[in-house]
Each structure stands twice: as structure tokens, then as C-alpha cells.
């Protein structure tokens, strides 16, 4: 069993939409919670982080850490096509520590 | 105008050969990462330095080594031994929650 486990979808949403990403894992000792976004044939760009339970937001972007369920997603409000990448989430044990990331979730917003 | 500079872009290599991706980071963090990006697998860590002149072996780093001589550098050989090098090699460098990347390097084995 995968650390991290994501859907890899791929999810195909119109342009308005509400967008849900997850990512579920099974180690309890992850601390730091992040997503990224990466488009095609470019690094991961770091789009939010959070370290504790409950919500985060940020512009039209939130993301929900949930511990007692191992479960972390990513909402993107508004979806615009200019969404359209591929999203990983990622954890980290500890500061300085290595990130264990989810296989990526390829998002596509169609007009 | 700060962040991680990876070269070259595109790397194509023989059979054999050894080759060494660079990358550089001018955002004063003490901490630099290798990834390995495949298609439908997610990044995994190749090796990793959280201080000058000392690294630490990812989850998969056989057939690669690195070196961190100075601070700012953090260089990769792929080796000959390594079996399957084709892939999109990713550098990291971080603070102590937070990593960011930089743009990648596409390794084709021909």
C-alpha cells in the first residue's frame, strides 16, 4: 500500500465549476500539507500549504486537512481553463524532511 | 531575480555514458532535493541535502550520486549502472516546511 494514495483521473470539468481534489494516506505522523500544481513539461508550482486540521483558503483555492481521517483535499472555486494541469499533494514528516507525494491528478477545464 | 535554474532543458544520452544534470538555487536555502518524475507515478526522491558537504540517500538512488560542495549547488550524475534513466528529473531546494522546484530536466536514453 501506497503512503499517499490519489486519484489520477483524469477529471474533465466545464469552465464555472467546482473542482474537488483528494488525497488520502496512511501514515498518522504527517505533519506539513501542500499541493502543487504542474503543467505540462514544467516543475511543480507550490499552491498551498497547511500544517493543521481544518480549512485554508486562498483566492478561489481551499484546501481541508482532515487528520482523525488521513484525508486532504484541494477545492478550486470558478474553475478556469488556465486550471487545466496536474496536481499533486504531498506530506512531510518533519521540517527538512523528505515529501512523499501522491501519484498527481491531471485536471482539465474545458470552456 | 531569485529561485532554481536547472540545465540543461533537454539531455539526451548514450548508452553507457555518464551525465550530470545541473542546479542551482540563489534563494539562501540550506536544504536541496532530487526527484525522479515518471508518468503516472508521482515524484520520488533520489537523493537529499539538508547542509553543505553532506547528503542522504532518497528511496531511490541507485545509480545516481551527487555532491554539495557549496551551498548554493547541488549537481546529479546519472550513472551507467542506473537501468531505466529516461525520465523528467526535478530539483528541489526548501526552508523547513515548504520546497519549491525548479523548471526540470528531460533525460532521453537513446
Known amino acids: 500500500q501506497k503512503e499517499v494514495e490519489q486519484d489520477p483521473g483524469p477529471l474533465s470539468v466545464p469552465e464555472g465549476a467546482i473542482v474537488s481534489l483528494n488525497c488520502t494516506y496512511s501514515n498518522s505522523a504527517f505533519q506539513y500539507f501542500m499541493w502543487y500544481r504542474q503543467y505540462s513539461r514544467k516543475g511543480p508550482e507550490l499552491l498551498m500549504y497547511t500544517y493543521s486540521s481544518g480549512n485554508k483558503e486562498d483566492g478561489r483555492f481551499t484546501a481541508q486537512v482532515d487528520k482523525s481521517s488521513k484525508y486532504i483535499s484541494l477545492f478550486i472555486r470558478d474553475s478556469q481553463p488556465s486550471d487545466s494541469a496536474t496536481y499533486l499533494c504531498?506530506?512531510?514528516?518533519?521540517?527538512?524532511?523528505?515529501?512523499?507525494f501522491g501519484q498527481g491528478t491531471i485536471l482539465t477545464v474545458h470552456p | 531575480d531569485g529561485g532554481i535554474t536547472q540545465s540543461p532543458k533537454y539531455l539526451f544520452r548514450k548508452e553507457g555514458q555518464n551525465v550530470t544534470l545541473s542546479c542551482e538555487q540563489n534563494l539562501n536555502h540550506d536544504a536541496m532535493y532530487w526527484y525522479r518524475q515518471d508518468p503516472g507515478q508521482g515524484l520520488r526522491l533520489i537523493y537529499y541535502?539538508?547542509?553543505?558537504?553532506?547528503?542522504q540517500k532518497g528511496d531511490i538512488a541507485e545509480g545516481y550520486s551527487v555532491s554539495r560542495e557549496k551551498k548554493e549547488s547541488f549537481p546529479l550524475t546519472v550513472t551507467s549502472a542506473q537501468k531505466n534513466p529516461t525520465a523528467f528529473y526535478l530539483c528541489a531546494s526548501g526552508g523547513m516546511n515548504e520546497q519549491f522546484f525548479g523548471p526540470g530536466t528531460r533525460l532521453t536514453v537513446l
Open positions: 541535502s539538508q547542509i553543505v558537504n553532506d547528503f
Open positions: 504531498a506530506m512531510l514528516l518533519s521540517s527538512y524532511g523528505k515529501l512523499t
